[in-house]
Nanobody, 121 residues
Framework: QVQLVESGGGLVQPGGSLRLSCATS????????MGWYRQGPGKERELVAD???????SYADSVKGRFTISRDNAENTVYLQMNSLKPEDTAIYYC???????????????WGQGTQVTVSS
């Protein structure tokens, strides 16, 4: 069974940094893309960043220049380096992965349990 487990969240001051990790367990054929969503208080869940198996990345305008997404294909792990954090970055961050369990299978979307990021002075 495929599971995604996030880690690295916490409480930081404005301007600080955090690095989130998401490890995928279970047998998969491919994961493309992998990424991060977030949901702040009273807000809808939004895409923060994602990365394809080939390394192509995309970012929400609000985090461009501050966040960097990367992945380790061998370990099926995705990372999010967050720098220059702002209070508006406060949210629960959810890892996601679009997974094929076998060749030619449909794509299944998996979500992590979420990790809290709080930016406050």
């Amino acid at each position: 069974q495929v599971q995604l487990v996030e880690s690295g969240g916490g409480l930081v001051q404005p301007g600080g940094s955090l690095r989130l990790s998401c490890a995928t367990s279970g047998t998969v054929f491919s994961i493309d893309p992998m990424g991060w969503y977030r949901q702040g208080p009273g807000k809808e869940r939004e895409l923060v960043a994602d990365v394809t198996r080939g390394g192509s990345t995309s970012y929400a305008d609000s985090v461009k220049g501050r966040f960097t997404i990367s992945r380790d294909n061998a370990e099926n792990t995705v990372y999010l380096q967050m720098n220059s954090l702002k209070p508006e970055d406060t949210a629960i961050y959810y890892c996601y992965a679009a997974v094929r369990l076998s060749r030619d299978s449909r794509v299944y979307h998996y979500w992590g349990q979420g990790t809290q990021v709080t930016v406050s002075s």
